[in-house]
């Protein structure tokens, strides 16, 4: 089931290769939402998630991170944040930066700290209320991926259809030979999972309203 991240950060310092993979494949969408937000061309937001990987791996950021001072997702967030201006300052870009779809001006960069000092977290500047609108769909996408690989495929390709794609259950029914009332069974074992899901995922991130996502 859902991996907590303080369980994944301990596996990550140890080596392991697979929690590496999948820091990259829960963290490389928001980070590449986050870059485009930013005015970053998508080769620059895959440069900026290779810059924070090298980061955790040299072990340094990744070992200063304690729970006890700060959450998860504001230290990850300075961290994508200082690597953004870092990169947008070589390429002469910053300050001339910004986003008006959502609010964001530059002065995303107000308070940065120098280092990654987790004591220094400063939850009031404008960049962590974009950095954690996107973190939620973040946690949401995953929490939907652990769905699709924890019930058996045909389970998940019977919600699928029938909840994502709204397509009518008698449809669905006459289509792969099966009664609604297996669909209402399959639906049905899907929403208790993803519940479950979702719960974890709240356990770690209480303050959020991380509602189910269908």
């Not at 070992?63 to 998860?72: E, M, N, V, W």
């Not at 910053?94 to 609010?103: E, R, W």
């Not at 946690?139 to 652990?146: H, K, R």
Request: hydrophobic share 35%; with cysteine; net charge neutral.
């Amino acid at each position: 089931m859902y991996t907590t991240k303080k369980t994944l950060l301990q596996r990550m310092q140890n080596c392991d290769e697979i929690s590496w993979e999948e820091f990259y494949r829960i963290y490389w969408p928001l980070v590449l939402d986050i870059g485009r937000k930013l005015g970053m061309p998508q080769d620059s937001c895959a440069d900026l998630m290779q810059e924070i990987m090298i980061d955790l791996f040299n072990g340094e950021p990744l070992l200063r991170y304690d729970p006890a001072k700060g959450k998860f997702r504001t230290y990850f967030g300075v961290l994508v944040r200082h690597k953004a201006v870092e990169m947008l300052r070589k390429s002469a870009r910053f300050p001339f930066v910004s986003a008006p779809d959502n609010g964001v001006s530059t002065s995303f960069s107000e308070g940065l700290p120098t280092s990654l000092n987790v004591d220094d977290l400063d939850e009031s500047n404008p960049f962590q209320s974009l950095f954690d609108e996107e973190y939620r769909k973040c946690l949401l996408t995953a929490a939907m991926n652990e769905l699709r690989n924890t019930v058996e495929p045909k389970t998940y390709a019977i919600f699928e259809m029938v909840v994502l794609q709204e397509r009518p259950q008698k449809d669905v029914a006459r289509c792969l030979g099966i009664s609604r009332a297996t669909i209402d069974v399959y639906c049905s074992r899907c929403r208790k999972t993803l519940r479950k899901i979702v719960s974890d995922i709240r356990v770690e991130n209480p303050d959020f309203n991380l509602d189910m996502p269908l």
